[in-house]
Nanobody, 115 residues
C-alpha cells in the first residue's frame, strides 16, 4: 500500500508560480512511475507530467517549458513546479504513483489561476 498526500495548491494570478508537493509513504524512487494529473470541471483527467523510476520525464504539450516534475528521496516527496501559470491550468491536481504495478492516487489539490 502507498499513501499519497498532495499540498501546495491555491489561488494565483496568471503568470505566477506554485509548487505542488506529493508526500508519499515510501520513497518515490521505489515507484515504477509517479506523476501529476489534473481534472478541470467538465473535462477528463489528463496527464500533466510523469517520471519513471529511472528518471525519464514526460510532459503534456500544454505545460512543456513551464512545469517541472522532480523527486526528493530524503523527503519521500514528488514535486510539480509550475511557472508562468495560465487560467487554463485551473484544475484539481492529483498525484499518482505506480508501485509494484498497482496504481495509487492522492486526494487532489485545487489550483485556480485568475486572469
Amino acid at each position: 500500500q502507498v499513501q499519497l498526500v498532495e499540498s501546495g495548491g491555491g489561488l494565483v494570478q496568471a503568470g505566477g508560480s506554485l509548487r505542488l508537493s506529493c508526500a508519499a509513504s515510501r520513497s518515490p524512487f521505489t515507484f515504477n512511475r509517479s506523476g501529476w494529473y489534473r481534472q478541470a470541471p467538465g473535462k477528463q483527467r489528463e496527464l500533466v507530467a510523469s517520471v519513471t523510476s529511472g528518471g525519464l520525464t514526460n510532459y503534456a504539450d500544454s505545460v512543456k517549458g513551464r512545469f517541472t516534475i522532480s523527486r526528493d528521496n530524503a523527503k519521500n516527496t514528488v514535486y510539480l513546479q509550475m511557472n508562468s501559470l495560465k487560467p487554463e491550468d485551473t484544475a484539481v491536481y492529483y498525484c499518482k504513483a505506480v508501485y509494484q504495478w498497482s496504481a495509487y492516487w492522492g486526494q487532489g489539490t485545487q489550483v485556480t489561476v485568475s486572469s
